[in-house]
């Protein structure tokens, strides 16, 4: 073959000449022929963003919104109705002098406040004692001792709440004092059971592998263990804050004040009004706490547990 010949073949249909020039013309942009096989770049104008798009639409499918508006509308929306159906029957019903002085001079408010302010106190005692030790309960120097520390817990709340906040009223004396102190040790129990449950309930070979990657023994806690036992731990604490609510009310008992005086009042003056009131304030109350807990507990919860629910 002569030289002249190999030109004028690369020329009309060899690698480079018009032919495959022309061909390049026709491809799209970004698309290339290297020696028969054909390519392209995925550059940031090209594949990536569809790349993106459908793992964006496989991560919005695998990983559902936490908060629906169902959730966040629904519970408010049934409170808001039986509050406005008993201030429309408090608005027609006939009170005598007794059950006006019950509820008159802002009565209402006032319990309702004290009620409120029980169950934060309480609850956050709660927290700052139960959660540090069932941390300390699960490490090993001390992990022997959790068996005696659930049995002190179970104690407390097996006990009767009303029994105890009379024992409490002889040792301390009546006022708020001996009703935060009941309410706490009633309360322990549920966090500090969840925290316990949800720290052992993580993977030793996960947490082998964080110490054996350089990860400190507090850094292993803040970072897996912890964030791991979110959901058992939140529970634990959604369940403490209704039981506070409900014992909030002996709390009348021993001069703690509270919503349980207009149920004691109601009780004793034998006015009905007054007891629905305060009966229905308390339903409403922990409903209200519970829906606000179960939302915390969602917004709360790592997103790494919601992969494949």
Do not use: C
Not at 107 to 129: C, P
């Amino acid at each position: 073959m002569s030289p002249s010949s190999a030109g004028g073949s690369g020329g009309v249909g060899g690698p480079g000449g018009v032919g495959d020039s022309g061909r390049d013309r026709q491809r799209p942009e970004g698309e290339h022929e290297v020696r028969g096989v054909a390519f392209r770049d995925d550059g940031p104008g090209t594949g990536a963003p569809e790349a993106a798009g459908v793992g964006s639409a496989v991560a919005s499918e695998r990983l559902p919104r936490r908060v629906t508006w169902l959730k966040v509308v629904l519970m408010p929306a049934v409170l808001a109705v039986v509050l406005l159906a008993t201030w429309l029957w408090f608005r027609s019903a006939d009170l005598d002098s007794i059950a006006q002085n019950a509820l008159a001079d802002g009565n209402v408010w006032l319990r309702f406040t004290e009620h409120v302010e029980l169950t934060a106190i309480s609850t956050f005692f709660v927290l700052v004692i139960a959660v540090p030790l069932g941390i300390l309960l699960t490490r090993p120097a001390l992990r022997k001792a959790a068996p005696v520390a659930t049995a002190l817990a179970n104690i407390g709340q097996a006990t009767p709440a009303i029994g105890l906040l009379a024992l409490l009223v002889i040792w301390l004396g009546i006022g708020k004092k001996a009703a935060l102190i009941g309410m706490i040790v009633y309360a322990v129990l549920p966090v500090l059971s969840n925290t316990i449950a949800g720290l052992r309930a993580n993977d030793p070979t996960l947490l082998e592998a964080a110490r054996g990657i350089g990860m400190s023994r507090a850094g292993v806690l803040t970072k897996i263990e912890l964030p791991l036992a979110v959901p058992l731990i939140l529970a634990g604490v959604r369940t403490a804050l209704v039981l506070n609510v409900g014992t909030a009310t002996l709390a009348a008992f021993g001069g703690g004040g509270g919503l349980g005086d207009l149920i004691t009042s109601g009780i004793q003056t034998q006015r009905m009004p007054v007891l629905v009131l305060g009966s229905l304030l308390t339903v409403a109350l922990a409903l209200f706490v519970d829906w606000l807990a179960s939302l915390v507990e969602l917004l709360l919860r790592p997103r790494g547990l919601e992969v494949g629910v």
